[in-house]
C-alpha cells in the first residue's frame, strides 16, 4: 500500500492497516520523514530516523497534508505502544499541542536562562537537555518553559543545542580539497547568518547525512523553520 498524503489522509492510512490487522512498517515521508511499525495492526513503535518511541511519535507530524506514504509487510515485533484508538487520539491532539508551543519556545533545542533551577548556568540550558538531565519528557519541559516565558521568569538565548554540530565551512566544488569541519556555532559566530546555517543542515540530513541524535535534530529544525516562516509572513 502507498500513496500522496494529498489524495489520502495518513489517519486513514493507519485506520485501514489497523482493521486488517496487518505486521509491517509504514514509512511517512514529508518534512520530517518517520515511520510507524505495526504488529497485527496495532502500533508497536515509531518514529524519526533514529529518535524512537512514544514521545518521538508524537512529535512526528500526523496531519501533515503533503508527502507520501508506503506500507511494506515484514517481520516485525513488539508489544503495542496501547490501544491504537487511544494511540492516535493522544497523538493528533499532542500534534496540535505541539505547534502552539513551538510556537511560543521556537524548538526543545533552543536555550534558555534565568533563575529556574538546571536553566540557571551562564549561557542557559536548551530544553532538551534539561529535559534529559531531569529525565522528564522533552515536552514536559518545553510546556513548563512557555509559562515561565510567559511570567517573565526566563529569556531566550540566540543559541541552539544543534550548535554544536559541524559542517564544512564552505560548500563542496568539484576537484576542490574537502574544507575543514567547523562547529555551527562557531561558523554563526563568525558572520553565518542563522537561518542560513539552518537550511545547510537541514539540506545535509536531506541528502542522507546521519549521526547519533540526527532525528530529533531534524524535527527540530524544521520546527524552527515554519516558525521563521510564520514570523517573517505574519501582518
Known amino acids: 500500500m502507498q500513496g500522496l498524503l494529498s489524495d489520502i489522509p495518513l489517519l ?3 485506520e485501514l492497516i489497523h482493521t486488517t490487522r496487518q505486521t509491517g512498517v509504514l514509512e511517512v515521508q514529508t518534512d520530517v520523514p518517520y515511520t510507524v511499525a505495526f504488529v497485527g495492526g496495532e502500533i508497536v513503535s515509531g518514529g524519526i530516523v533514529d529518535w524512537i518511541g512514544l514521545e518521538a511519535l508524537y512529535a512526528s507530524p500526523l496531519l501533515a497534508e503533503t ?3 508506503a506500507f511494506q509487510q515484514k517481520p516485525v515485533t513488539g508489544r503495542p505502544l496501547g490501544a491504537f484508538n487511544h494511540v492516535v487520539s493522544d497523538w493528533a491532539r499532542t500534534t496540535d499541542e505541539w505547534q502552539e508551543v513551538c510556537a511560543v519556545i521556537s524548538s526543545p533545542s533552543r536555550y534558555y536562562r ?3 533551577p538546571l536553566f540557571d548556568l551562564e549561557g542557559g540550558r536548551s530544553v532538551r537537555a534539561v529535559a534529559r538531565e531531569a529525565e522528564v519528557p522533552v515536552f514536559q519541559v518545553a510546556q513548563f518553559v512557555v509559562r515561565a516565558l510567559r511570567e517573565g521568569r526566563l529569556e531566550a538565548r540566540e543559541r541552539f543545542e544543534w550548535f554544536r554540530l559541524k559542517l564544512q565551512a564552505a560548500p563542496r566544488r568539484t576537484g576542490a580539497q574537502p574544507e575543514p569541519l567547523q562547529p555551527l556555532g ?9 537561518r542560513e546555517a539552518r537550511a545547510r543542515l537541514l539540506n545535509e540530513l536531506r541528502m542522507g547525512l546521519r549521526f547519533p541524535g540526527s532525528g530529533w535534530v531534524w524535527r527540530d529544525l524544521v520546527w524552527e523553520v515554519q516558525q521563521d516562516l510564520a514570523a517573517h509572513t505574519a501582518p
Open 12 to 14: 486513514g492510512a493507519l
Open 67 to 69: 508527502g507520501s506514504f
Open 114 to 116: 534565568g533563575a529556574e
Open 186 to 194: 562557531q561558523l554563526i559566530a563568525e558572520g553565518m547568518p542563522l
